[in-house]
């Protein structure tokens, strides 16, 4: 069902513009939107999450500015994260100042500059040996640095770095959890028909957001926080293929996650079909 939807909810490939004179069929009109049952609709209420998916824009920013790739924030007097295995630069993936985030979304990420990284060297299997798919792999890094003086540079030290995206602003959307996240983890009853009819509802979305709830690929998995033992809370999203040329073994999603108790605990993972 999750790979199903996943599939349906890709955009199709742009075929262009039409040739002159063909006809063009007009665009669907936009499904209704999907109407909760009554009495599902007031045990999914307390629920509702907003969430908010990154817009961005080709080039980078200052090295304090959010983004996708391009030049990370260094603390001054230390340097790039490397692999814990292969000891080369990890490509930034995400970096997210706290300055920009959305006004409801300042629990997730309070002060300072959230980054993660991920070891995409082309010469080792980094992510396949060190398991990058799960938390805390060698092979990744999710950490807040402060935004004091940082180290200049000028050029990523990253082979191979990807083109850089600068988030330039966000969508909020409203969302629920997925029917499982719904009856195991959060302990809603949901009866046949509750089910039956939270199938119709998407009110989950891929792509990279921030908050919201996760859209998970496979079960829920949440990590545990190391140094409480407590589940940890998402963060934010990263699909494969998005605003970063990676592939997430086929089609996978990451999430960056953190301990409520512990806030500099943080931990990345992804799961494909
Ligand atoms: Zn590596
Ligand atoms: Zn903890």
């Known amino acids: 069902m999750g790979f199903l939807r996943r599939l349906f909810s890709r955009k199709p490939p742009d075929d262009g513009p039409p040739a002159p004179g063909r006809w063009v069929r007009p665009p ?9 049952p009554g009495p599902l609709a007031e045990k999914l209420a307390p629920f509702w999450r907003t969430g908010w998916l990154a817009e961005a824009e080709d080039g980078d920013g200052e090295t304090t500015a959010s983004k996708f790739s391009g030049l990370a924030h260094i603390p001054k007097g230390e340097s790039w994260p490397r692999c814990g295995s292969c000891d080369k630069p990890m490509q930034l993936f995400v970096q997210l100042n706290a300055k920009d985030l959305p006004e409801g979304a300042r629990e997730l990420h309070p002060e300072g500059i959230l980054q993660f990284f991920y070891c995409t060297d082309p010469e080792s299997m980094c992510d396949v040996d ?3 798919w799960r938390p805390f792999s060698k092979a990744s890094l999710a950490r807040v640095v402060t935004e004091g003086s940082g180290e200049l540079i000028s050029a990523s030290p990253v082979k191979d770095a990807f083109p850089a995206k600068s ?3 966000w969508k909020t959307v409203e969302e629920l959890p997925n029917w499982e996240e719904a009856q195991y983890t959060l302990g809603i009853e949901l009866d046949d028909s509750d089910l039956k009819a939270l199938e119709g509802i998407n009110s989950l979305n891929p792509g990279e957001k921030l908050g919201g709830w996760p859209y998970w690929i496979q079960g829920v998995e949440y990590p545990d926080c190391p140094k409480c033992g407590e ?5 934010f999203q990263v699909d494969s293929d998005q605003n970063l040329p990676f592939l997430f073994g086929d089609l996978g999603v990451g999430h960056i996650t953190r301990c409520k108790r512990h806030p500099e605990v943080l931990g990345f993972g992804w799961a494909c079909t």
């Open 167 to 169: 988030i330039t602003g």
């Open 130 to 132: 060190c398991e990058g």
């Open 231 to 235: 589940p940890m809370g998402l963060v």
């Open 28 to 36: 669907d009109p936009p499904p209704p939107d999907p109407v909760i």
